[in-house]
C-alpha cells in the first residue's frame, strides 16, 4: 500500500500479526495466576500472619545451617533464617502457632537465651499480631481496588470508553500475574509487595497512556488505512521509548536485587517482574484490545 511506505519510519514490526496468540498466552497465565492464587495462596510475610521478626549481627563467623538446626530445636514453630548483606547480619522470622503478644514476647526471649553464649548485637525487634495482620490485608486490598478505580476514571476522561476498558483489563492482567508469580513461586508477600502492586499499576498505565496517545494521533491522520495498521505504526513509533523506558529501570531493579539485600528483596523481585508484564501488556495486550472492543477510528477529539 503507498501510504505505508510514506508513514513507516523507524522499526516496522507487525505486532498485531500474533495478537491472537498474544491474548491467549495472556488469558493462559492470567487463569493460571487465579488457579495458584485460590489453590496454593500466597506466602504472606508476618506482616500479615504475625510473628516475630529479629535482626542480629554475630561478631564472629558463624555457620547458617547450624544456627537454623539449633533454632528448629526451639520448638517455636515456622522459623526462617536469611542473611542480609554480610554473613554474619542474619534475619530470624518466627511465624508462631499461637499468635498473641505474650506467646510473641516469649518467642522474642526464647530465641534471645538462645543466643546466649555468642557475642551478637540485636539489631531490631518486632512482632505482628493477627489482628493487625488481618486490617493490613483489607487495607492493602482496598488500597488496590481503589487506585484500579481511579485510573479506570482517569482513561475514561481522557479517551473513549473502549480504551478504558481496554487499560483497566490490562492493569488487572498485571496485578494478578504479579500475585500469580509469588503464589507459583511462594515468595514472600508482605507489605513491601503491596506497594510494589501499586507502583507496578502505576508504571503500567503510564506506558498504555504514551501509547494510546500514540494510537489516538494516528487515528486522526489515516483514516485510509486498517486500525491493525494504526496500532503498528503506533507501537513501532513509541517502541524506542518503551524498550529504554524499561531496560534503564530493569538496570536499576537489577543493582538494587544484587546489593540492597533482603530487607528490600520481597519489593524489588515484584518491580522486576512487574516492569516486565507491563511492558509486554502495553504492547500485546492493551494495544490488541482496542481491535476487539471496536474503538472508534473516526474519533477526533
Known sequence: MPILRIIKTGTDIKFMKIKRLTLFISSFLFLLSLFSIFTKGLNLGIDFTGGSLIEVRFKENISLNNLRIKMNKLNLGEIQLQTIGSEND????????????????????????????????????????????????????????????????YIWLRFQ???????????????????????????????????????????????????????????????????????????????????????????ALTALFIFGGVVISSFIIALIWGVIIGTYSSLYVASPLLIFLKADKRYNE
Request: net charge neutral; glycine share 6%.
Open 90 to 153: 542474619v534475619v530470624i522470622r518466627a511465624q508462631d502457632k499461637i499468635n498473641d503478644a505474650s506467646t510473641q514476647t516469649k518467642t522474642i526471649e526464647v530465641i534471645k537465651n538462645s543466643l546466649k553464649d555468642k557475642s551478637v548485637d540485636y539489631r531490631r525487634t518486632e512482632f505482628v499480631g493477627p489482628k493487625v495482620g488481618g486490617e493490613l490485608v483489607n487495607a492493602g486490598i482496598i488500597a488496590v481496588i481503589f487506585s484500579l478505580i481511579g485510573i479506570l476514571f
Open 161 to 251: 470508553w473502549n480504551f478504558a476498558i481496554g487499560a483497566i483489563i490490562a492493569l488487572i492482567h498485571d496485578v494478578i500475574l504479579t500475585l500469580g508469580f509469588f503464589s507459583v513461586l511462594q515468595l514472600e508477600f508482605n507489605l513491601a509487595t503491596v506497594a510494589a502492586v501499586l507502583t507496578i499499576a502505576g508504571y503500567s498505565i503510564n506506558d498504555t497512556v504514551v501509547i494510546y496517545d500514540r494510537i489516538r494521533e494516528t487515528m486522526r491522520k489515516y483514516k485510509q488505512i486498517t486500525f491493525d495498521e494504526i496500532i503498528n505504526l503506533s507501537l513501532n513509533g513509541t517502541l524506542s521509548r518503551t524498550l529504554m523506558t524499561s531496560l534503564t529501570t530493569l538496570l
